[in-house]
């Protein structure tokens, strides 16, 4: 069974937009990691968020953490073509959500 | 530093048949992955190691399914009696976990069982 799920199956936004990707998770954790993928490649981790922390930054990267209603949100700024990608949660092991594809259009 | 290396990096089988995969981890990385993503699915651990010893495989279908790392280092996924269910890219991943168990996955053995 999953631990934890992204909350859409796919967006699409335009290049220079932002976007934010939904996670929730099931049981109480220690970290909760965000990952993305693209096409042919195994999955890249972007950001590690610990259960003490509310906020983390990588670049045009923010992860957030609300561990009181175990959700968690990936915010993209200045979105470009390259961003375009699953992009996944994860707890534990780690195991992972069905993802959310990202679309990025020129 | 070289990556996570996986081979083959595609297999075609008949219903049936065995395969095996292969997984050299980045060097020095003591915890091993292996994991299943079908098609528009997140990956799917199967089984994961420390140095040689198996710390979880609960999701490892034990009838068809195993996985070795003898010394710690490379590992081998096996599939006997493939079957059409079994069609999906296996990852293998790596990290060491005093260094804050980043994990680093390689590119995949995408698997079609015919």
């Known amino acids: 069974s999953q631990l934890a799920e992204e909350n859409s199956w796919a967006l699409s936004v335009h290049e220079g937009e932002s976007v934010t990707v939904n996670c929730s998770y099931k049981?109480?954790?220690?970290?909760l990691q965000w990952y993305r993928q693209k096409s042919g490649k195994g999955p890249a981790q972007l950001i590690l968020i610990r259960s003490n922390e509310r906020e983390k930054r990588n670049g045009r990267l923010r992860a957030t953490l609300d561990t009181s209603s175990q959700s968690s949100s990936l915010s993209i700024t200045a979105t470009r073509c390259e961003d375009t990608a699953v992009y996944f949660c994860?707890?534990?092991?780690?195991?992972f959500g069905a993802g959310t594809k990202l679309s990025v259009k020129p | 530093e070289a990556g996570v290396t996986q081979s083959p990096r595609y297999a075609v089988l008949q219903e049936g048949q065995a395969v095996s995969f292969w997984c050299d981890p980045i060097s020095g990385h003591d915890t091993l992955y292996w994991y299943q993503q079908p098609r528009d699915q997140g990956p799917q651990l199967l089984v994961y190691?420390?140095?040689?010893?198996?710390?979880?495989n609960s999701q490892l279908p034990s009838d068809r399914f195993s996985a070795v790392r003898p010394k710690g280092t490379n590992s081998t996924l096996k599939i006997q009696s493939a079957k059409q269910g079994d069609t999906a890219t296996y990852l293998c991943a790596s990290s060491f976990i005093t260094g804050g168990g980043e994990q680093y996955f390689g590119p995949g053995t995408r698997l079609t069982v015919l």
């Open positions: 049981t109480s954790i220690t970290a």
């Open positions: 994860a707890t534990g092991a780690p195991r």
């Open positions: 190691f420390r140095d040689e010893a198996v710390i979880d």
